[in-house]
Every structure is written in C-alpha cells, then in structure tokens.
C-alpha cells in the first residue's frame, strides 16, 4: 500500500469523504477521479484527497472490505479472507481458472488489441474459435469493430482488468519480455538439425 | 510418447517423422515429392496401432502437418504467381524461416499467458459488487409495457400464437420435370440433318430446359454421337453428327434403355 499525503486527508472536508463513499458503494464499475469529481461538483484535488482517507479507512486489516485502483478506476473489493465463507453463502464460484488455449488466446488479444479470430489462429498455430467464444461468454474479450477484411476484432474489457488486478494495460509487461535471447533461438534451430542427424547416422 | 518418434515407411521417405521434418527444413527431401496424405494415414495407423489418443502429441502433429501444408502450398503456387506480388510472396526458405518465427511467437504469448494466470491466481477470493442498481437511481427507467400487468390481455395474446397458422397451398407451386432421355431423342432428331445450332435446338426453351440439354449434349458426345465447335464464348453451338463405331452400337442401345427408365432432372 502506498504512503498517504497527510496533507491531503486532513484538507478534505468530511461530507464530500462520504459522498465519494457513497458513490463507490453503489457502482458496480470502477470510478475514475474525474467521474467522481464530476459527480460530486468537487475538485480532482479534493476528490484525490477523499480517496486517500478512504483508503485508510479501508486499509487491509480494517475493514471487509478493500478499497482498490482497478481498471482506471476506483472500486470496493472483498476481502480474500471472506471467500471461503463467501463461497459458501453464493454457490456461484467468483471465477474459474482459464485453460491453457484461454490463457494464450486472452494473452494474444491483451498484448495485440485490436485483433482478430484469424490473426490468433495464426499465432497459435491452431484453431481459436471456442476459446474465444468462452472468453466472450465471460466478458473477458469483447467485439471492437471489424477489419479491413471484414473480420471481427476483438479487445479487452474493464471485467478483464478487474478481475487480473491491473489499473491500466500498460501494468502488463513487455511482450518482448519474454523474447527468446538469440542463442535460445539459435538453439530450438540446432536441434532441430541434431536431432535429424543423430538419426541419420543409426544404421 | 511424442510425435517425434512416430515412424514412417514412404516411397521417398522412410524414418521417424521428425527426421522427415528436418530433412524438409534443410530441403535434404524435397516436399513437393511427399505426399502429405500418406504421412496423415500413417499418423492414424499408428494411432490406431496405440489404442488410445495422446491429445497433446495429436495437437503437435497437426500443427507441423498443417505447416507443412501451408509451406507445400507455397511451393505449388510459386510459379504461378511470380511477379503479382513479389513482396507477398515467400521464397521456401523464407517460408521455413517464417515456421521458425511463428513457433518463437507462440511461444512468447504461451509465456504471456502463464503470467496471465499467475494474475488470475494472485487475485483469488477477491469479489466485485455485482448488484444492480436502485430503480430510483437508474438514468433510464423502463416502464412496463401497456398492458402487461393484465392477464386477460396476456392470455389472448398467448392465445394467438398457441393457434396453428392455416396450412400454405402450394398446388400452384410446379416442379418443372425435363427428361434426359427426352431431350436425347430431340436432339437425335434435328442430328438426323447432320448439323443443327443449339441455339435453335432450345428456341424458346426455359432455363431448366437449356440445361439438361446441354447435358444431353455431352451425353451425345460422350457416346460419341455428335461433335461441337463454338467460335466464341457465350456464341451459338454448331453440332454435327459424328457416326459411333459400329460394334458399340448394341451397347449404346442398352443404355439408351437405362436413361429412359431412370434418368430425369
């Protein structure tokens, strides 16, 4: 957790914390500092300032409930610790693990957006159809419009951004990361080759 | 076990299949003398011969097979498209190149993806609010729909599509019937003058009727009764009689008999 500006907190008057509360209570969606200033006729300043001693009030530790900076927004979350119980309360599980086809396609589409069915069929060498209608299904991908061939792109949604825990895109590493360094290239290269040979020379 | 080991008997080819793949990398086996087809039943034969089906080491073999594909593809239409788009187009070992590159890539995203799912993992037992609205506090509030809360009005509107709609008449609806061997013996006929335009063999003929003549037609050809030139595309058809060689004719006759029982469109 970061350190709070105790300047901040103290400027801020105790109706427009409140407020700011209130809001976020009720929206399901994360709320940026501009909708909440916006909303509350309040300065971002302010707003920034009722934020951070929600946060305090919030703080792990402090309360059910968490404050969190999710998809460019603010938003309450549970606290971990009551899934179990939470669990037993909503038969519904919060979210099922992505399979592997799922994973890699929602990589594609998180890395490369706007993409399309065919370029992540390309990618993946196999055919992604029903990973990406299951990622549809579970409005982690959404339709953004069609390509010049008239393909249907496909993007990320604020639930994805959620639900992984990332503000923004841009919290998500380099694709180039995980870039093969030229000697491993050179390597998935020459057994290919050795492999072949080792054969060849068996009688 | 993986795909790697599977082993192969071809006509040009005859080792384990991942020694195939890299002979046809180093072009030491020259794809456009392997035929794929084989190598795809061998795969089923050694399937088979396992009884049970490793999806991962399937998954691997259609991917290589399917590249292989692509890049024998390339390989056949090379020629052809020379200088459409000399860009566009990839030299085979540029291709094998681009199979290198496209398996580095999948493999970036498949490590993209296991951070995706250690995200996932990390953010277990976190729950959103998923509740809907106050009604007061909604920007857009629907009102029901006149009459929807009066079950005499829902009962007669159920009531109408409970009712079966009457039945279509379709008597005026005629399938067009036009035999074959009808149009046989039509052209038989005008071929009696030695020659005839098609034109005028279907004057005045709809377009079911032009097609089973040109289907006649061929069936002449084909028994080597007529013969045709045409001087230009979508021009008039001159048909001529050409005589059969005499021995096939008790054949032709029998058939003749076989079109006429059966053969209509």
Do not use: C
């Amino acid at each position: 957790m970061r350190a709070v500006e105790p300047q901040l907190v103290s400027a801020v008057e105790p109706q427009l914390v409140r407020t700011v509360e209130a809001l976020l209570f009720l929206s399901n969606d994360p709320l940026s500092a501009g909708e909440l200033a916006e909303a509350t006729q309040a300065s971002e300043r302010d707003v920034a300032g009722a934020i951070a001693q929600l946060r305090l009030h919030y703080a792990p530790g402090e309360s059910g409930i968490r404050l969190r900076e999710l998809a460019g927004g603010w938003t309450f979350t549970s606290d971990p610790a009551a899934e179990e119980a939470a669990r037993r309360l909503f038969s519904r599980t919060r979210v099922a693990a992505l399979t592997p086809a799922q994973a890699e396609t929602l990589a594609i589409v998180s890395y490369l957006q706007p993409v399309s069915r065919p370029e992540i069929t390309r990618i993946r060498g196999v055919s992604a159809d029903s990973a990406t209608s299951t990622l549809l299904d579970r409005e982690l991908i959404e339709e953004a419009g069609h390509s010049q061939f008239g393909a249907v792109l496909y993007r990320t949604t604020t639930q994805f951004l959620k639900l992984f825990g990332l503000r923004s895109l841009d919290e998500l590493p380099e694709i180039s990361r995980w870039d093969p360094t030229p000697e491993e290239q050179g390597q998935l290269r020459e057994r290919l080759l050795r492999a072949g040979e080792a054969r060849a020379e068996v009688p | 076990m993986s795909v790697a080991s599977f082993e192969l008997d071809l006509e040009i080819f005859s080792g384990p299949f991942d020694l195939l793949l890299t002979l046809v990398l180093r072009e030491e086996v020259d794809l456009m003398e392997l035929e794929l087809a084989e190598v795809v039943l061998a795969y089923l034969d050694h399937l088979e011969s396992r009884g049970e089906l490793d999806l991962e080491a399937a998954t691997e073999f259609i991917v290589l097979i399917a590249a292989l594909l692509e890049l024998k593809s390339r390989l056949m239409l090379a020629g052809e498209e020379e200088g459409l788009d000399a860009l566009a187009e990839l030299e085979p070992e540029h291709a094998a190149e681009e199979l290198l590159a496209r398996m580095l890539d999948a493999r970036r995203y498949r490590s993209a993806a296991a951070h995706l799912r250690e995200l996932l993992a990390r953010e277990r037992g976190v729950r959103f609010r998923d509740a809907p609205l106050p009604t007061h506090l909604r920007r857009v509030i629907m009102q029901p729909a006149p009459g929807s809360a009066d079950p005499l009005i829902l009962g007669e509107a159920i009531g109408r599509l409970l009712s079966a709609p009457p039945a279509i008449n379709l008597e005026h609806v005629a399938v067009p019937r036009v035999p074959v061997a009808e149009r046989v013996a039509h052209l038989r006929r005008l071929l009696r003058r030695g020659s005839f335009s098609f034109d005028e063999a279907v004057a005045g003929a709809d377009r079911m009727t032009v097609a089973v003549t040109v289907f006649a037609l061929l069936e002449l050809y084909k028994r080597g009764e007529a013969n045709w030139a045409q001087a230009e595309n979508f021009g008039d058809i001159a048909v001529h009689a050409a005589s059969p060689p005499a021995t096939e004719r008790g054949a032709l006759e029998r058939a003749d008999l076989a079109l006429a029982a059966g053969g209509a469109m």
